[in-house]
Structure formats: structure tokens, C-alpha cells
């Protein structure tokens, strides 16, 4: 909280020269500084507080960067009086002396990387460096002492704000004990060579040192699970913003990280029950894979997200407890309208330094600025680019959070089942299958009160996941994920992310979309266009209707990114357009060779079923399973589903207890045979709950496409089926499981990785047929589609703003779209209307 204004401040009118100088020109303020004392005290400021960015909008050549850097710093500025030496807040290298290795010039032997160290004493008050876009600057000058005869200078403020992203010099570990960082709230030293192990092990890179750090980005840092936990048990609930993307971290550290980082209690309530439902958690139960159990319980509005207050910002509460000790606050869930602090180096630099327009040179306000006080843990959570993290650990990961993430940033995430059994046996099993299926419930204000800002795969949203190869070209990858693994997809996991189901979530940036789709890809992100633009409909109706008097209302999603990957056909080149070849000819996907002539390449699996067993003959003997499944797989796929059920439920009967009604769906009318009593392992305790296996006879006509799925899969006997049981989540209810059931997930799941059996009449050997090359040519553009979508809705929002009566589906929010170039160190960025 800032400090309150003296009461001459509060009762004291502002001059017109305050109001009036935001809105003069920067070319103007050398002019303006000697006109008068007063106009020196306004414009000064301003001109000197970020002096790179400043003389470039004074017209300095790009070339004459390093040439005005070195007179500025070691002649010109010895001769200024310290008074205007402190107004120096910032000094920004972000676009200023690119070039610098170019660069030769008389300064004394001093290289740009060995001035750094004259910049704490040389500026006393500087808060803010950034050397983004410099990898050739060493950064370990800041924390080596100023050269005493080249300025006699008193203390200085520590920095606030250090960003070195990039550096290809490696820092000590001594750097982060420096006393000039001492007082950090920003530090950036992402994608820099060494590891970060010996910093944090040897406590340079902790809170003894940085007291006051609140953000922190470790991007492509190798860093390893042991190395991210000991740092999140070392700074605690410190930080509120924390950048692990691109490093070797696995499902491990998402299992630690909420012991350590996330804000005790919860914001969740019930509150909201007839608007958002509520997450009841189970008492004391959970798995090692789902993390603590519980179920949504849901409102007769909720459950398909349609209350006619859903855009409504919450009203003010009390934050006091008269209950609680003398000052104590709840933590309470923000309104959905409240502004997310931004986590951006630019973003912090406006806030700690201010602008060229308005500096920020008394210090004490920044201190007391939100940005640097302390929020109770991380808020703001980077995942992106662990390879190794799966979908599952981060659905963990959110169920066990108390709800107060308000930045997610999960990107690509690793699909648990691995790609192997989800192929067809003609394909190659070097394949790798990611994205975020069946858990769209978890971004809902009733498991994320909070959230505002999420990227994530666009799986979310789309149900196409993504498939890589190193053995498939990338078209081929499309085209398989879309045309066989998304059916099984849609089956399983029928629910996407909807704008209404949390309207209080501002931003969203979905990753690693395709540029090519046979079709459903464009219809899905079209649809949610269409969405966004009812809510904002629904919201500006609202609006409208209301009086001064009305609730507040959210600002629904008003910011949706769409992050293309790169272009696949440059892998093709123009394989495609020959004419020299059948056009129905099923081609081969090899990347090492790219040819249409027919089953080379294809191996000897084409004789294979898709169902045939690929552990056949394998003993499994996984103690953790319990005595009832250490049996012979070989044994159990030989025999008929019937009698493999009939084993099972025997088996089911000696280990455990006899089947039993689960209480919570008495109502809906199952019978006793549709559950059975597992015993698994939680925390070290062993629990029994009753599992819903779904009708044992075969007719149930009643049950839906993917309740019948489950059931065969059961029946089927595979043991590691009848394992992982996890609560039905909303997805499931409304794939037409019971609600308040717990079910197996591994059975589920593999609803992904099994197809149904080929039929011998009508001779179909494959799960799914090979792509020919026609079908790889007919894959439509889905940036020129959505373009042309764009263009379509926009011109009907104009006429209907003309006067027309035309109706139209245009959202009219901020669209960027990113193109991904084959090189990793390229985007392109477009903004649509």
C-alpha cells in the first residue's frame, strides 16, 4: 500500500505545468530543462531517466551507439553533477549497440562488458539494466568493484531489475551474493551456458541474498528436478512469478512444487454454487497419478455454463475477520476484473522505473508498489518446454493448488499413455504424442478461482492432439492425428473449453497448432471464435441494459493467441504435384525418403492385427498391483471376454471385499455387479473404494458409445486395465458415466489406444488406412481459413454498425497470430481485427 499524501500534498491544487508535461515531445525537453527551475524539476526527469532510449528518439544514428556510450559514460558524465547523475532510473540495452563486437574505438582499453562495473557508483540510483539481445556482454562486472579513481562516488542503491537473458559468458556462482543485487525484485538469467545447481546448493541464489527477489525466470538452464525443488524450498512462498520453461524437470517437481510455493488454505468456495458449481474435495483419499480426489458437484445452471449471472464480477467482501487476530486478512478470490500483474521485463521496468512520459523517482512508492510486496506464493507458474512433464502432473498439480494461480503457462505436455500402443502397427514406434485432453473442468473458476492468463496446448479446445515422428514426415503427422486419433478422442473426452466456462479468464494463447488440417482443425477453432464472440454479445447486452446502479461486469476473454507451428509442406518440397505418380496410391511416410511406391518402407507389420497383444507371453509381476494381478498375460488374452471377466471378478472376490452400492449414485439405479472393491495405496495407507465398471451384460442399450467402450475394455481381462481409479470428472458425466462414481482410468484411457477388432468381411487389416496423396494435398491452410473468417465476420460487424440488420458473429477482441519459422529463432507475429 503507497503512503498516504502530508496533508499540504492532499490539500495543495497541481500546477498546470504537471498536467501539460506528460503530453510534450521528448525532442522538446533539452529546451524545456532551461527555461526555469520549475520546468528543470518537471522535464529532467524525464529526460534523464532512461538516457538509451531517450537519445534514440533525439535522432542518434544506430551506428554511433558505442561512440555516444563511451563519451557518455566515461567523459561526459564525470563532469556532471551528481544531483542529475541520480536521475538515471534505467538504462535499457535492448536495442542500442547491437552490434558492439563491430565496434573498435579508443576507450582506454576498456571493453562495453568492463563499463558495467562503473554503473552502480557512476548512477546512484539506477534501478533497472537490461542487456536482452547482448550475448557477448559479461554481466559478472556488476559484481566486481568500480575502479575507485575513475569517479569518487558514495553508496547507491542496490538494483531492482536485472535482465541477462542469453549471455553466453558464464557468471560465477559468487555473482548472485553481489552487494549491487542485493535488493532485486526482477532477475532474468535465462538461456545462459552453466547450471544453476552450485548457485542454489551453495545458497548464492537465495533469499539470505535476494530478500527482496519476487520474480524469477530460469528458462533452458538444465535444470533438474533436484536442483528446481531445492530452490523452491529455499526462497518458499518468496516469489509470485517463476520461469522454469525449456529445462530437464519431470512429473517430480510438479508433485513438489505446491509443498513449498503455494499459499496454505483455499480460495475456493461455495459461494458461487448456482453460477460455477463447486469442487467438494473427498475426505482423505487420492493416488500417487490423480493427487487428492474430489468431485464437482454441479448446480442445474452450472453444468452447461448458461446462469444469467455468469458475467457478473464479484461483489466486494470483507477481508476481516473479527473472529481472527488484530490485523490477520482472508484470503479471498479477486473480482475477475482486477488487472494481472504482468511478469514481462518491459512490463516491470514501467513499474519499478516509470516511463519516459512519467518517472517514478521516489523510491519508497516503489517499494510499497504491489510488484514488489509479498503474495503469499507463485502466481504466475512457466512449465513450457519440459519435455519430460506430462498432462497428467500438471491436472495434479492444479487440483492440489488452493486456486490462486492467476498465469499458467503449461505449453506442450507429454501424453502419459505413450504413442506406441496408439499407433497402428504400421507405423513406426518412435513417436511422441502431447497435448491436454479431458480436464478442461480444471481451468473453471470452481478449481481456478483466479486464473486470468493461461497458454496451453491447443488440445483444449480442438481435441486433436499432437503427433511426432522422427520416422514420419510432418504432414503424415497431421493427418493421422486428425483423422484416427481424434474420433477415439472425441469419444473418450467430449468436452472442450468453452469461453463461459470461466469468463473471468482474460488472455489465452493456445500452442503448437498446425498450419494444415483436413477439415475439423478450422470447423473447432471457428466454433470458438463464435463462442467469444457470444459472450462478448452477451456481455455488451448487459451492459446496456443496466443502470448506474447495476453489478460490474467481466470482461470475458478479450485476448486469444494462436501459436502456429512451422509450415511442413517445405519438407515435401513439390512430392506432392507430381504427376509421374497414382494420386491413390498409399505412400511412404518415411522422412528419409519420401516415395509413392507402395508397401516399401511399410515392414513386415503389415501382417499384423492392431489388437495383437504386444506383451504377449510377458510375465508381469508389478507387486504394487496386489497378489491379484500378478498373473501371466499370456494366460488372459488366450481366453474368451467371458471367461476373462469371470477370472477377474473371482479374483476380485478372494482379495477383496464383496461388491457394494456406492451411496452416491443410489439414485441413478445401478445395479450391485457394476462396481467392484479395489485397495490401492495413498500416502501409505492402504484405501478400498468401490470402482464402476458399467453394465456386465451386453445389452445395455442404454449406455453410451464410450460406457460400452469402457465395459469391453474390462471385459477384455487386461489387468493393468482394472488399475488407477480417479473420480468421474465432469468430461466423464458427460460422456454418460455416473456422476459421483470413481472409475478406472487405465481402462479409460485406453480408449485412446484400442480400436475395435477387424472385421474379416470386410477385409480391413488396419485401425486406419494409409494416407495417399491426394489426401496429403487436400489438407486446407488453416491460416488462410481462419483469415478468410476473419475477413467474412468483420465486413458483416461494419455493415451491421452501418445500419444494416444483418446479424454477424464477429469478435471483435485482440487475435495475434504466430508463425513459427523452421528456425527456432524466428516468429513472426501478426495482429487481425
Not at 513 to 520: I, N, Q
Not at 535 to 563: C, F, N, T, V, W
Not at 734 to 743: D, E, Q, S, W
Request: aromatic letters at 8%; a neutral charge; one cysteine or more.
Amino acid at each position: 500500500m503507497a503512503l498516504l499524501p502530508s496533508y499540504q500534498e492532499a490539500v495543495a491544487g497541481a500546477h498546470w505545468l504537471e498536467l501539460v508535461a506528460p503530453y510534450a515531445h521528448v525532442r522538446d525537453y533539452p529546451s524545456l530543462c532551461l527555461v526555469s527551475p520549475r520546468f528543470y524539476e518537471q522535464f529532467a526527469p524525464r529526460l534523464w531517466s532512461d538516457p538509451l532510449r531517450t537519445i534514440r528518439v533525439l535522432g542518434l544514428d544506430p551506428g554511433d551507439d558505442l561512440k555516444w556510450y563511451y563519451n557518455f559514460v566515461l567523459r561526459r558524465t564525470g563532469m556532471v553533477r551528481r544531483a542529475t547523475r541520480c536521475l538515471v532510473l534505467s538504462l535499457d540495452f535492448r536495442a542500442f549497440a547491437i552490434d558492439s563486437s563491430e565496434f573498435d574505438i579508443d576507450t582506454g582499453g576498456r571493453s562495453l562488458s568492463q563499463t558495467f562495473a562503473q554503473l552502480p557508483s557512476l548512477f546512484p540510483k539506477l534501478r533497472c539494466i537490461l542487456l536482452d539481445g547482448h550475448p557477448d556482454l559479461d554481466p559478472s562486472f556488476f559484481s566486481r568493484p568500480a575502479d575507485p579513481t575513475s569517479l569518487t562516488a558514495p553508496s547507491y542503491h542496490p538494483l531492482l531489475l536485472l535482465s541477462i537473458p542469453h549471455c553466453q559468458t558464464q557468471v560465477p556462482v559468487t555473482f548472485f551474493g553481489a552487494t549491487c543485487l542485493r535488493g532485486l525484485v526482477y532477475l532474468d538469467v535465462s538461456d545462459a551456458p552453466g547450471f544453476l545447481k552450485n548457485a542454489v546448493v551453495q545458497s548464492f541464489l537465495s533469499p539470505t541474498n535476494m530478500p527482496s527477489l519476487r520474480i524469477l525466470k530460469a528458462r533452458d538452464r538444465e535444470m533438474d528436478d533436484d536442483t528446481a525443488v531445492a530452490l523452491c524450498r529455499s526462497f518458499k512462498d518468496q516469489l509470485w512469478s517463476l520461469d522454469l520453461s525449456r529445462n530437464r524437470l519431470t512429473d517430480a517437481f510438479c508433485r513438489y512444487i505446491g509443498s513449498f510455493c503455494f499459499p496454505p488454505g483455499t480460495l475456493r468456495t461455495s459461494s458461487h454454487f448456482e453460477i460455477e458449481g463447486f469442487y467438494e474435495p473427498a475426505a482423505c483419499a487420492g493416488s500417487v497419478s490423480h493427487g487428492p480426489f474430489g468431485f464437482v458437484q454441479e448446480s442445474e445452471w452450472s453444468v452447461n455454463f448458461n446462469h444469467p449471472d455468469r458475467h457478473v464480477a464479484d461483489a466486494p467482501i470483507y477481508t476481516r475477520d473479527a473472529h481472527l487476530p488484530t490485523g490477520e486478512v482472508r484470503s479471498v478470490r479477486h473480482n475477475g476484473r482486477a488487472p494481472i500483474m504482468s511478469d514481462i521485463a518491459g512490463d516491470v521496468k514501467e513499474v519499478l522505473a516509470g516511463t519516459t512520459r512519467s518517472p517514478r523517482a521516489d523510491v519508497e512508492d516503489v517499494y510499497h508498489d504491489q510488484l514488489c510486496q509479498h503474495q503469499g506464493g507463485v502466481t504466475h507458474l512457466h512449465l513450457s518446454g519440459n519435455n519430460a512433464v506430462s498432462a497428467r502432473a500438471v491436472q495434479r498439480l492444479i487440483r492440489s493448488s488452493p486456486g490462486h494461480l492467476r498465469h499458467l503457462d503449461c505449453g506442450s505436455l507429454l501424453l502419459d499413455d505413450g504413442p506406441s500402443p496408439i499407433l497402428p502397427p504400421w507405423l513406426a514406434r518412435t513417436m511422441r504424442l502431447s497435448g491436454f485432453l479431458g480436464a478442461a473442468h480444471l481451468f473453471r473458476p470452481a478449481l481456478s478461482p483466479n486464473l486470468q492468463v493461461l497458454r496451453i496446448h491447443h488440445s483444449l479446445v480442438t481435441q486433436i492432439p499432437s503427433l511426432e515422428s522422427e520416422d514420419l514426415v510432418a504432414m503424415a503427422d497431421l493427418w493421422l492425428a486428425e483423422t484416427f486419433v481424434r474420433p477415439r478422442v472425441e469419444l473418450a473426452y467430449p468436452e472442450v473449453f468453452v469461453p463461459d466456462m470461466n469468463p473471468r479468464l482474460y488472455s489465452l494463447t493456445l500452442t503448437n497448432l498446425p498450419r494444415y488440417s483436413t477439415g475439423p482443425l478450422i470447423r473447432k477453432l471457428i466454433k470458438f471464435l463464435r463462442l467469444a464472440a457470444a459472450q462478448e454479445r452477451a456481455i455488451r447486452d448487459a451492459k446496456s441494459s443496466s443502470s448506474r446502479r447495476s453489478p460490474i461486469m467481466l470482461r470475458g476473454l478479450r485476448h486469444i493467441r494462436l501459436e502456429f507451428d512451422p509450415d511442413p509442406t517445405e519438407e515435401l518440397g513439390h512430392s506432392l504435384d507430381s504427376e509421374d505418380l497414382d494420386p491413390g496410391q498409399p505412400i511412404n511416410l518415411t522422412s528419409k525418403e519420401f516415395s509413392f511406391f507402395g508397401d516399401h518402407g511399410w515392414g513386415s507389420s503389415l501382417s499384423q492385427s492392431p489388437n495383437t497383444p504386444q506383451l504377449a507371453g510377458v510375465r508381469h509381476s508389478d507387486s504394487r498391483l496386489g497378489p491379484m494381478f500378478q498373473t501371466s498375460i499370456s494366460e488372459s488374452v488366450r481366453l474368451p471376454p467371458q471367461q476373462q471377466l469371470q477370472r477377474l471378478q473371482q479374483q476380485h472376490q478372494k482379495y477383496s471385499p464383496q461388491p457394494r452400492r456406492h451411496g452416491e449414485v443410489a439414485e441413478t439405479g445401478a445395479q450391485d455387479n457394476e462396481y467392484v472393491m479395489h485397495t490401492f495405496d495413498w500416502n501409505g495407507t492402504a484405501l478400498t473404494l468401490p470402482v464402476w465398471i458399467g453394465s456386465t451384460t451386453n445389452d445395455d442399450v442404454s449406455a453410451s458409445p464410450a460406457v460400452k467402450e469402457y465395459t469391453r475394455l474390462l471385459r477384455n481381462g487386461k489387468p493393468h486395465h482394472w488399475t488407477d481409479p480417479v473420480p468421474a470428472s465432469p468430461c466423464h458425466v458427460r460422456a454418460g458415466v455416473p456422476t459421483g462414481v470413481y472409475l478406472f482410468n487405465a481402462a479409460w484411457d485406453a480408449m485412446l489406444v484400442v480400436s475395435a477388432p477387424p472385421s474379416p468381411r470386410r477385409g480391413d487389416v488396419d485401425a486406419v488406412r494409409r494416407p495417399t496423396r491426394v489426401d496429403l494435398a487436400s489438407m486446407r491452410d488453416v491460416v488462410a481459413a481462419l483469415k478468410e473468417y476473419r475477413t467474412r465476420t468483420r465486413m458483416a460487424c461494419e455493415r451491421a454498425r452501418g445500419g444494416s440488420d444483418e446479424s454477424h458473429d464477429h469478435w471483435t477482441g485482440k487475435l495475434e497470430v504466430v508463425l513459427k519459422e523452421a528456425s527456432p529463432s524466428y516468429r513472426s507475429s501478426k495482429f487481425w481485427r
